[in-house]
């Protein structure tokens, strides 16, 4: 096997791993976007014209208004990352399958 195929095979794994990370890092914003949502939801529907917010390890008393604009400008962030997110999956795939393809016109199939 060729150095050339050596060094395409390590950058096909690295390209891999990426993909993976991306994909983790999205599930977990996918996760704390819905736990935004569903927090806002509560919210909203709430009849108090105040809310606690967990800071830490204490519960902050705020406004019901403040509360809600804090949870979407998190959410609008998070859902901003996930896009991003995205667009870097999407770059790393296309370069994972155009690796792929070079690695499977270089190694013949045993």
Do not use: C, W
Request: zero cysteines.
């Amino acid at each position: 096997m060729s150095d050339e195929t050596r060094e395409q095979i390590a950058n096909f794994q690295q390209v891999q791993q990426q993909i993976q990370v991306l994909l983790m890092q999205k599930q977990n914003l996918q996760i704390q976007s819905a736990e935004m949502e569903n927090a806002l939801r509560e919210i909203e529907i709430a009849k108090e014209k105040e809310a606690f917010e967990i800071v830490g390890n204490i519960m902050i008393k705020k406004k019901k208004e403040d509360l809600i604009k804090q949870l979407k400008e998190k959410k609008e962030m998070i859902d901003l990352r996930i896009s991003t997110i995205d667009k870097q999956y999407e770059k790393h795939n296309a370069k994972a399958v155009e690796l792929q393809k070079k690695l499977s016109t270089t190694i013949p199939e045993q």
